[in-house]
């Protein structure tokens, strides 16, 4: 399957350290440029006050922005892995269902929920650097949903067990569809663009008018900024990523196969596998002898 990125979809594909190091760059030349400008600067009380009053309207903004940014991002994320979590949760309720009912059929259906996992897992979380619907999981969807309903008009079902059948069905279906209303990334690139704008000016004022003149304090004071800076902005960046988002929400589609090609689905109940085979063959091969008969003598007497 081919994906055509964005630049941005393209530049959060990248992986995280790499991602850290570009983002790096910038930040090490804005500051030590302000640390130059600022030694080299003469002392001017009155533009120096002004520079800190600017100083301080962009560092608000960056904190503004960085803040609804990290805020916006997380709530995304969260909602974005509880649909998958539900989306699951009902997948392994509605294999065990089938799985109980003792027809055939209900383990194929199973062995379909595990193709649509993995058509999942593979198209549409992010492993390909984007996240929406995709042919593959559609179709192994609908086929599913046929079965299921073939299924529950042909077997012979309880009432109880034909409305848990669809119960979790409509759940699964329902879940997937909240967790197609999730995009990824969800800032607008002139929104990131502001965030790493306000960063780089905060940080340039940072260095050029530091607190104090004390060589060893200005630097670490500088420094410590820009990495609060660099980790702030990398965070955000991370959590706008669907390759690394992809890689937090895996878990509940591992467990959910796992399930079924273990057989913790229940897929083997009903089957007969094994069921009244081997049925007296104790008191065939002399094993376990029953009672004697009233013409025989008793087990191990002549």
């Not at 042909?154 to 067990?161: C, G, I, M, V, W």
Request: aromatic share 6%; glycine share 8%; hydrophobic share 45%.
């Amino acid at each position: 399957m081919q994906t055509n990125l964005s630049a941005l979809e393209a530049f959060l594909d990248l992986p995280i350290w790499l991602i850290a190091l570009i983002v790096t760059i910038p930040i090490a030349l804005v500051i030590a440029l302000g640390t130059v400008l600022s030694a080299r600067r003469t002392e001017d009380p009155e533009s120096a006050n002004f520079g800190r009053e600017a100083l301080a309207i962009v560092s608000g903004a960056f904190i503004f922005v960085g803040a609804f940014a990290v805020v916006t991002s997380w709530d995304n994320q969260t909602r974005f892995a509880a649909s998958i979590t539900n989306e699951f949760t009902s997948a392994t309720s509605l294999a065990e269902d089938l799985g109980g009912i003792g027809d055939p059929r209900g383990k194929l259906v199973a062995e379909a929920l595990v193709e649509y996992a993995l058509a999942v897992e593979a198209y549409e979380i992010g492993e390909l650097g984007t996240v929406g619907p995709t042919r593959e999981a559609q179709i192994q969807l609908a086929t599913i949903e046929a079965d299921v309903v073939t299924i529950a008009e042909t077997a012979s079902l309880t009432d109880h067990q034909i409305d848990n059948v669809y119960t979790h069905l409509e759940a699964l279906k329902d879940a997937r569809k909240s967790r197609l209303t999730v995009q990824l990334p969800n800032l607008p690139i002139t929104l990131i663009l502001l965030l790493v704008a306000s960063s780089l000016i905060a940080l340039f004022g940072i260095s050029l008018y530091p607190p104090s003149k004390t060589r060893w304090l200005k630097y670490f004071y500088t420094i410590s900024a820009g990495l609060i800076v660099l980790l702030i902005v990398v965070n955000i960046l991370a959590l706008q990523s669907p390759r690394n988002i992809s890689t937090q929400v895996q878990r509940p589609i591992d467990l959910f196969v796992n399930s079924v090609t273990e057989g913790g689905a229940n897929l083997e109940i009903g089957e007969g596998n094994g069921e009244g085979e081997g049925e007296g063959e104790g008191e065939s091969i002399g094993e376990k002898p029953g009672a004697p008969q009233p013409s025989q003598p008793p087990a191990g007497k002549p």
